[in-house]
């Protein structure tokens, strides 16, 4: 089974950057796909950004779009979220997920980082 987990959450002013990273270990070559998700406070849990394994493909949510990067190191096994032009509504809790197959179609996620984004 795929493990997760997050690094790199912090209290940052608007417009500062901070980059997650999400470091898999345990049945990688099994990966799919990742993506981060994010809840804020009072929120339900939404999509953030997704990257393909294989052929790279990268999936943005339209409030992140230009300002956030997602991308990953193979070698590494860790996926990166590149976060700039920070806005308070970015303040979340920031979790990473994996979509792997082994028997069945799985997906796990990490424990979240929390990001905090003052005016």
């Known amino acids: 089974q795929v493990q997760l987990v997050e690094s790199g959450g912090g209290s940052v002013q608007a417009g500062d950057s901070l980059r997650l990273s999400c470091e898999a270990s345990g049945g990688t070559s099994t990966i799919y796909a990742m993506a981060w998700f994010r809840q804020g406070p009072g929120k339900e849990r939404e999509f953030v950004a997704r990257?393909?394994?294989?052929?790279?493909?990268?999936y943005y949510a339209e409030s992140v779009k230009v300002r956030f990067t997602i991308s990953r190191d193979d070698a590494e096994n860790t996926v990166y979220l590149q976060m700039n032009r920070l806005k308070p509504e970015d303040t979340a809790v920031y979790y990473c997920n994996a979509e792997y197959y082994t028997d069945f179609w799985q997906d796990s996620w990490g424990q979240g980082t929390q990001d905090t984004v003052s005016s």
């Open positions: 990257i393909t394994w294989g052929a790279v493909n990268t």
